[in-house]
């Protein structure tokens, strides 16, 4: 019995000290995150590198700049290269201009990166470097260098691409035809003027190849704006649908009527894929006059990609006529649910005011109504990704719901706009054992809310709702 005595202190001692580690308070998201920057595995930084794209933040752009430059790992300096490229953060400037210069000793897929972050970051010092790389008789980099060489480059960068043209391309028929089309391409994005004449010559030659005579109608309304008119509509004559597409994504280059004449006459064409075209341009150009062609093709056209196109590009000329058409399709109970959703998308990307005027009305009866979740749903994720402080209440109504997939929407509604009227619901159901995945979904993005800065963007602005 005393040797009972004895043992028991002891083991109480040592249960206690095998019990301290689990009582510690658990970290934030920012605290793993940075512990993994700082001590995660190969596989666990590349995914916390594209988690970080997804979210569009640069909260940890010192801390990855570090990594980047003490890892050995091709994979995660990639993955930031990427990043960076992406966000347009400068951090690496001085490396790609380093790289670029010498980058032999480098793997192919990282050097083609460093080209693509020149290009983005408009490093015009690397241009000599680039033009270096050409005139090697390497051809693994010939693509993205040409392509750079047409972001970055000057007066110089482009004599030495129209030479280039002109010179003797190496490799297959297929491999010059692409690179043709792609000093094309760069002398366009160059707006080279001394090229109009040539360009126009390929573009009027039947006996070329098509694609190369699209690349040069394109680079015609690039270089010559209004200019170019007169061979746009010339070429968009054509029997070929690729040069008529072309000659309708030129039309987006031009200014005054004429622009607005081609345009109409591609959203007459028989191909599908120059209408499409023709309503990209009419929505960059934001053609108000053509709205009702607009409206007919979104209403009648055969194919369904086409109706898509001009959803978008109604919402985006913003003329009454097609926003109430808009609007009360989207409050159509007669129409397809699939029509439904892709004008609801449509007003939530370019009209948040009328969106929120039909939006929550419509998906309040899918709420009363388990026939229409698919409904629900996609209308969950139209609001979710809107941002939209307005739609707490329509949150809120997601999260009560009996339906568990409702209820996820919710959370996203929430995880995006943080609504400061919701957030009682959120640590509700992150206290609610019954709730499964939800609570631990709950739990994390309100571990987020906590290592956010109280001024941050990312808490929600109770103010706005």
């Known amino acids: 019995m005393k040797k009972l005595y004895w043992i028991l202190p002891r083991v109480f001692l040592i249960s206690c000290a095998l019990s301290t ?14 512990d993994i920057i700082n001590y995660g595995i190969e596989s666990e930084l590349i995914s916390l590198v594209e988690t970080l794209g997804k979210e569009d933040t640069k909260e940890f752009t010192p801390e990855l700049t570090a990594l980047f430059s003490s890892t050995r790992s091709v994979g995660v300096r990639e993955s930031i290269i990427t990043l960076f490229s992406n966000q347009a953060v400068d951090t690496l400037k001085d490396w790609t201009e380093t790289l670029l210069e010498d980058p032999w000793d480098e793997r192919s897929s990282t050097v083609t990166l460093a080209l693509t972050y020149a290009s983005k970051l408009s490093l015009k010092e690397c241009a000599p470097s680039v033009r270096a790389l ?19 480059g000057g007066t110089e960068d482009a004599a030495f ?15 010059r035809l692409v690179t043709r089309q792609a000093i094309m391409t760069a002398l366009a994005e160059l707006k080279d003027p001394s ?15 098509g694609v190369i005579r699209a690349t040069a109608a394109k680079a015609l309304a690039a270089i010559g704006g209004d200019r170019a008119y007169d061979a746009l509509a010339k070429i968009y004559e054509s029997t070929d649908p690729v040069l008529r597409e072309a000659a309708m994504s030129g039309a987006a280059k031009l200014e005054g009527r004429g622009s607005e004449t081609l345009i109409s006459d591609g959203l007459r064409d028989s191909y599908y894929k120059v209408r499409i075209q023709a309503l990209v341009s009419a929505k960059e150009k934001k053609l108000n006059d053509i709205t009702p062609l607009v409206l007919y093709r979104a209403k009648t056209d055969p194919v369904e990609s086409v109706r898509d196109a001009a959803y978008e590009t109604l919402a985006v000329l913003g003329n ?18 699939a029509r439904r959703v892709k004008a609801a998308k449509a ?7 009328i969106a929120w005027s039909v939006i929550p009305t419509v998906a309040r009866k899918t709420l009363a109504d388990d026939k229409k979740t698919w409904l629900r749903y996609e209308l969950g994720k139209i609001v979710a990704s809107a941002a939209d402080s307005r739609y707490a209440d329509l949150a809120l109504e997601y999260l009560s719901h009996k339906d568990t997939l409702t209820r996820s929407l919710g959370l996203d509604m929430y995880e995006k706009q943080r609504y400061a009227s919701v957030k009682s619901r959120i640590e509700t159901i992150a206290e609610d054992d019954k709730q499964g995945a939800l609570q631990k979904r709950a739990k994390t993005i309100l571990e987020k809310d906590r290592a956010v800065a109280p001024d941050s963007p990312e808490t929600g602005n109770p103010a706005t709702e």
């Open 21 to 34: 580690p689990f009582s510690e308070e658990p970290k934030t998201q920012r605290e793993s995150r940075l």
């Open 134 to 152: 050409l005139e090697t008789e390497n051809t693994q980099f010939r693509g993205p260098a040409i392509a750079a060489l047409g972001k970055i």
């Open 161 to 175: 691409l129209s030479d280039m043209l002109d010179d003797e391309i190496s490799g297959d028929e297929k491999q």
């Open 195 to 209: 090229q109009w004449d040539r360009f126009l010559e390929i573009a009027e030659n039947e006996d070329e190849n």
């Open 320 to 337: 009454k006529e097609g926003l109430d058409w808009l609007s009360s399709l989207v409050s159509d109970d007669k129409a397809t649910d």
């Open 347 to 353: 007003l939530s990307q370019y009209q948040k005011d």
